[in-house]
């Protein structure tokens, strides 16, 4: 079961605190992760610009955060650079030829246990943690998130460097996509090997929004869905469940802690018995989701990272649910 906690432990720990990356920071590779979420470059206008520039990518979306002062040894690790905008998804992938410009420019291997921080919203553990998702897809399966990110080590007194590592890049070409931890719309809509399409069938999944509850519940102003207009009748998918990523971060700003990690689970009534799907908006608060069910003790669930900025622009009629209205 997708869902079900594993019968052994992980690799390396999901998330690491600060003491203990001070303490094992010359054992690890370290990557600040970085995010410009203003950028509104289409993708015509990304492909035509950067797509086959590595160096004009990075150069172009270094961040000032990690030019003011970040972990010393610190490589910058852009999610611009790391993915690109798509028609009907906010991060599109590269396959594993075009991604490796960039990965061979980080001079990390899948052998390497990679901690990943960063600023930002949750405390920078947004990113981070889809940084690692990302990672993850790319067959480096030991990586760990820093728990508070940037803010924690700072609050520590631990020290920040303006220096830059240069590393001598790597001759590194991802041997696969590791899609376990993926899900697309087609495999959500397609019976595919499936009597019964998931999309039709979510009464019996562990279907989780992990939107704010005031997204889900459609009391969010302004209104979330822009692409459609009056197409969306309602604010979430039928038989969907919600799970707000901030219920995961406790109020001091770390992950939660495992038993209230599983108590959130509960009041959005996940059930073991069924698989688990998270998504969100774009991406970002499922993977953070995602990251704190494995932190607590559970196999890691898929991403559809489409999310339902996705099904706004293909499958706007799936957006019918009304809180507080009986499901049909």
């Keep these: 079961m997708w869902n079900a906690k594993p019968p052994s432990s992980p690799v390396v720990p999901p998330v690491v605190d600060v003491e203990w990356l001070d303490q094992n920071r010359k054992n690890v590779v370290i990557l600040h992760v970085s995010y410009d979420p203003h950028c ?56 594993q030829s075009e991604v490796a410009s960039y990965l061979q420019k980080l001079a990390i291997y899948p052998d390497e246990h990679i901690v990943v921080y960063s600023t930002g919203p949750y405390n920078g553990m947004l990113y981070a943690a889809k940084a690692r998702w990302i990672l993850k897809v790319y067959d480096f399966c030991k990586v760990s998130v820093l728990d508070g990110g940037l803010y924690a080590w700072e609050k520590a007194g631990k020290a920040l460097t303006k220096e830059v590592t240069v590393l001598q890049p790597s001759t590194l070409i991802p041997r696969r996509m590791n899609m376990q931890e993926h899900i697309t719309l087609s495999e959500l809509a397609d019976g595919g090997h499936r009597e019964i399409p998931i999309l039709h069938d979510l009464e019996r999944w562990n279907f989780i929004d992990c939107r704010p509850a005031a997204q889900y519940q459609g009391t969010a102003k302004p209104r979330q869905f822009t ?8 604010s979430f998918i039928q038989y969907s469940k919600n799970l707000p990523a901030l219920k995961v971060i406790s109020t001091n700003g770390l992950m939660a802690k495992k038993e209230d990690i599983e108590k959130a689970l509960e009041q959005a009534e996940y059930d073991g018995k069924f698989k688990t799907i998270l998504f969100c908006y774009d991406s970002l608060q499922s993977s953070l989701v995602g990251l704190a069910m494995e932190h607590a003790g559970y196999s890691a669930p898929r991403i559809f990272t489409g999310g339902l900025f996705e099904f706004e622009i293909r499958m706007p009629h799936y957006i019918n649910g009304q809180y507080g209205y009986p499901l049909y």
Excluded at 78 to 89: D, K, M, Q, V, W
Excluded at 227 to 234: E, F, N, P
């Design 40 to 95: 509104d470059l289409n993708q015509k206008d990304f492909v035509k610009t950067y797509f086959d520039d590595v160096d004009k990518r990075i150069q172009h979306f270094t961040s000032v955060q990690y030019q003011i002062g970040h972990i010393p040894n610190a490589i910058e690790f852009s999610l611009n650079c790391a993915t690109y905008p798509g028609r009907t998804e906010r991060f599109y992938l590269y396959n």
């Design 227 to 234: 692409h459609i207009g009056d197409k969306a009748v309602g």
